[in-house]
Structure formats: C-alpha cells, structure tokens
C-alpha cells in the first residue's frame, strides 16, 4: 500500500505519455529509452510500461544496436507460449538461436552461440552475455514464477550480464527492482498504465454462480462486439467457447443479419479447416482459437483475422499464445473452475493486463465479471501494480537450485544467497507482507536463518542434499550473519523512509547499521558443508520439484508396468 501511495518519480514523469496513433503524430515515449542505451551501453534499464504500448518496438531497436556493438545477447521469456511466438519472430528478423528444452543440447547453445532466447526453465547453464533481455518481470509476483526469480537472481550473483534490459508492466515498486537489478535511477522508466488512448468498460453481474453469471453475460456481450469491425473474446473454457460462438451467430440471426460478422466478399472461397465446427460456423464471420488446435489452422484464424472473420473466440490459456489486435476486446467472465481443488479461482492479474493490451487505440476493453470485484479490476487495471516475492514459497526448490550450481556450499552461503534476490528487499521494505514483525537485523537475520534451517532440513529429509560435520549451536549462537555489500546504504534508507513516510537522517541510519553488522560479525558462524546429492542433481537439471524426484527414486523400479508409470506420474 504504501509503494501504491508514493508513486516512483519515474511514474510521474511519464503520467501523461500517450502511444502514438494512427491519425496523431506525437513524440515517441521510448525515445529517450533508446538513446540512453546508446550514448550507456553498459548500464542497465527498466522499461515499465502496458501491453503493446511500443515496449517491443523498443527492445527490438536495443537488439539491432546491440547487434551492430557485437554483443552477446540472451532473452528470456517466462511463458513458454509467449517464447514459442517470439523465438519464431526473432528467428527470422536477427538470427537468434531458440533453447530446446534439452539440456545437453542447452548447454552447448549457451555457451556457443551468440544471441539465444528461450525460457527461464530452459537456462540450466550459465554463460556471460552483454545484455540480457527479461521479459515480464512482474510475473515474479506471481507465485508460479518463484524460480523466475531464482534464475535472475542466479545471473545476478553469478555476473552473467554487463547489462540487464528489464521489461515489465507498470509497477508501482519499482525502487526494490532497480536495487535488485543494479538499475540507476535515472535509467528507470516506468509509465502509467493509462497511456494507451483505450476505453475501459466494466459490466458486472450479481448472479450467485459461474455457470449462471456466464449465461446472463450472453445479450451484453453481443451487444458489445456487434458494431465493431474487430473483436476479440476471452471465455474460461473450451465448452464455454463453443457455446459463446453459437450464441453470438444465433443473435445475430435472430436480428435478421446473420453476416454481422463476416468481413470477406463472398462465403464461396472460404478457408478450410481441420475441425469440422470451425468450417461450419466459418461462413458467419466467427472464428475459434484454442490451444489444442492444430497448427495449421491457428496460422489460417490469424492470417484471415480482419479479412475474412470478424470475431474470434478464445480460452484466457491462449492470451499469451495470441498476438492479434483489435478494435474491442472482451472478458466473458474472471473466473475458471479448478478441478484439483473443486472450486472456482480468479484469472492471474497478468493475463487480464495482457488481454487488456491486444486493444488498438481508440478501441473498448470490456470485462464482464461478477459485482464484487468491480472495486478490485477498477483498481488494479488502471493503477501500477505492486509486486511481491513468492520466492519464501518455493524456498526449497531454490536452494536445490543454488546447491546444484555450486552458489551455496554451505547455510552462510545460502543466505548470502538470498541477499542476492528480490525477496530479500521486499522483505526489509514491506516486513508486514511476508509476516515479520520488524525490520531491525536481529528479526531479519533470525527469519532468513529460520527459513535456510527449515528448507535444508527439508531436503535432507528426502536425500536431495547432505549437511555434513554440522556441529550444534546454542540457540543464542545460530545466527547466519547478512552480507554487508548486499544491501546499500541508499537502500537501508530508502527503506526506512518507506515505513516512516518521511526524510531519514542518513547518518543515524548508518550508524545504527554499523553497529549491528560490527555485531554480527562477532557472531559469525561456520556452517557445514552441503552437497548435492542424485536426486537433488536430477530435480536441478530438469527443473522439478525434488519431492517429485525424491517420489519417483522411490516408486520406479526395475519391473515397472505401464499402468503403474502412468498412475506414479498421475501423482507426481
């Protein structure tokens, strides 16, 4: 709340940026982005702006300058569907080499090759490269890209990058991203999520049910996309997609104007697909996407988008797949059914923001949601977003990591570690968030000793790592010091004042930190040292869980029946 509160400056600077348009010549926002990269090639950069606001345009004109320079360049992408996209663009425009997923073959592309894109599961080594592109950096504070945050971290300890190039989605912290990444401020460039010239509609539903709100969402919505020469629409599931592509042809049948959404010439010469239904409800101007389609007729919908249909279809699991724009785009629900749990969850924040950007200027981003959370997508669509670390969750996949890659031999070095992340400065700067009662260094020191204990402790217990001549401490006496150089004195204050909401005396500040690293240092201790063992080794290489590896080592044997191999990775 209090990062929401007091905008970065960066964030006003940039307030009342608009995209350029077809019909409005402006300046170019990205301009200074550019020419920075150029006149400091070995600084850098954070460019926190929305979905195709010209972000990518951006990136690919310090790409082409990096290129001319000789630069090493790698790209990570933490969707793989957004990667499988990107890498194919790249591919063709710069000669990038994709990952394959392998990591033999990984490895030799890593350390060879001279500009590489690929996901952040697929870097299992580590080279040096010149700028290192990371892509939606705010994903981290998603929970299922806790290693995201463990990879650049890793590249971050290791030195792998002269310079990182940061893209993100506004956010509103971005203080702590730039003091993790190394980034000057004045090389911080966050934008309002409002920049795009783009009409943002809410219609809510107070219906008690999913299944009853989706079936009251249907007039609304045909009435949304109707007069549009464009529409895109996003439904939970693949049922619900069919469903909603015969409710809009039967609307506008009903309306007498069964064409409201074919865009070609004539339904003679139409294009033929592989799934029956598409090639039936294709003379009516509706498409569907999905992603178990084949390729051959996602590149046809894609290709004939505009020309030929209207109107598409799809599953939000597609949003990252796509990369189409149109004049209205809109939301047919927020919420998808969870069939491990047996209950409904709300779509990620991430893939509504990246919905939101497949909307040309000018156009109208509809989302039809139930009424209570009018307030929360109100919000959160239209202000920068907070991100925060879920690396705490994940902790013992990371150390697995760490411990495999030989960036920790023993519990000091693990938290030496985790001085190196953004988890660490989010833990000083928002204590509440992450349930420590106070910022002092004896309650962090205590906590981040509490947690390298607790997850060690962990993978001991399934064999994934050994702790070997281990001597036990007074409980006074088990403290794991914090690395002095991993926290700046701009960064302690910073972070104080955050708190306090005011100036901070620096020279208080650094007294008091002084003396309670002098003391620190007094009781610094010599931990035991950690080995990887086999089932530790294999969950690092192929990026599992290690209670996954550890399940496997247990039940795969030697006789195993197909049957069972498939029920042992039912359950994995």
């Known amino acids: 709340l209090l990062d929401i509160v007091t905008p970065d400056p960066g964030h006003q600077k940039y307030q009342g940026a608009r995209s350029r348009t077809k019909n409005q010549e402006q300046e170019d926002p990205f301009l200074p982005i550019v020419v920075t990269t150029r006149r400091e090639p070995e600084q850098s950069i954070l460019i926190a702006a929305p979905v195709n606001s010209g972000r990518s345009t951006c990136c690919a004109r310090i790409i082409e300058d990096s290129l001319e320079m000789g630069h090493r360049i790698a790209v990570i992408v933490p969707i793989y569907d957004k990667f499988k996209r990107m890498a194919e663009e790249y591919k063709e425009k710069y000669n990038f080499v994709p990952l394959t997923g392998d990591p033999d073959a990984d490895s030799l592309i890593i350390m060879n090759e001279k ?53 993100s989605a506004p956010i509103s912290n971005a203080k702590s991203l730039c003091l993790w990444l190394h980034i000057e401020s004045q090389n911080s460039f966050v934008f309002s999520p409002q920049m795009r010239d783009i009409s943002f509609q809410i219609q809510t539903f107070n219906f008690p049910t999913s299944k009853s709100r989706l079936m009251a969402m249907a007039r609304p919505l045909y009435s949304a996309v109707k007069d549009s020469e464009t529409s895109i629409i996003f439904v939970p599931s693949q049922s619900q997609m069919y469903l909603t592509a015969f409710e809009l042809i039967n609307f506008a049948n009903i309306n007498q104007k069964p064409q409201t959404f074919f865009r070609g010439e004539s339904t003679d010469n139409l294009p033929i697909f592989e799934n029956p239904v598409m090639n039936d409800i294709s003379k009516f101007g509706v498409a569907l996407y999905f992603p178990a389609m084949s390729a051959r007729d996602k590149h046809t919908v894609l290709s004939n988008f505009g020309t030929t249909f209207g109107c598409i279809v799809t599953v939000i699991d597609s949003v990252w797949e796509i990369n189409m724009s149109a004049n209205v785009v809109a939301m047919k629900g927020t919420d998808i059914y969870d069939g491990t749990n047996h209950h409904h969850v709300d779509y990620p924040i991430e893939s509504i923001m990246e919905a939101m950007g497949y909307t040309m200027d000018g156009g109208r981003f509809v989302l039809f949601t139930h009424t209570p959370r009018k307030l929360y997508y109100m919000t959160f669509l239209t202000e920068p977003i ?70 060690t402790d962990s993978l001991q217990e399934i064999h994934a790592i050994e702790v070997i001549n281990e001597n036990p401490l007074e409980p006074e006496q088990n403290e794991n010091p914090l690395v002095n150089e991993s926290i700046t004195e701009a960064e302690k204050t910073e972070d104080i004042s955050l708190l306090t909401g005011g100036e901070v005396d620096d020279s208080r500040v650094s007294n008091e930190f002084a003396q309670k690293e002098m003391e620190q240092e007094e009781n610094q201790i010599e931990d035991g040292a950690i080995n990887i063992l086999a089932i530790g080794q294999v969950a690092a290489e192929h990026a599992i869980d290690p209670n996954t590896s550890h399940m496997l080592a247990q039940l795969l044997t030697a006789d195993c029946k197909h049957n069972k191999i498939l029920r042992i990775i039912c359950n994995a």
């Open 386 to 455: 907070c991100v925060e670390s879920n690396l705490d969750l994940y902790a013992s996949d990371i150390f697995n990591l760490a411990v495999s890659l030989s960036l920790a031999m023993n519990k000091s070095q693990l938290v030496t570690f985790i001085t190196k992340t953004f988890y660490y400065r989010r833990l000083i700067a928002n204590p509440s968030y992450y349930a420590l009662p106070s910022r002092s260094p004896e309650y962090v020191a205590d906590f981040v000793s509490e947690l390298v204990d607790n997850e």
């Open 115 to 167: 500009a590489i894109i690929g996901t952040h599961s697929m870097f299992t080594t580590f080279d040096h490269f010149q700028t290192v592109f990371i892509h939606d950096v705010h994903l981290i504070g998603n929970e299922n890209f806790a290693d995201y945050e463990a990879l650049i971290s890793i590249m971050v300890s290791l030195e792998c990058a002269t310079r990182f190039i940061a893209v």
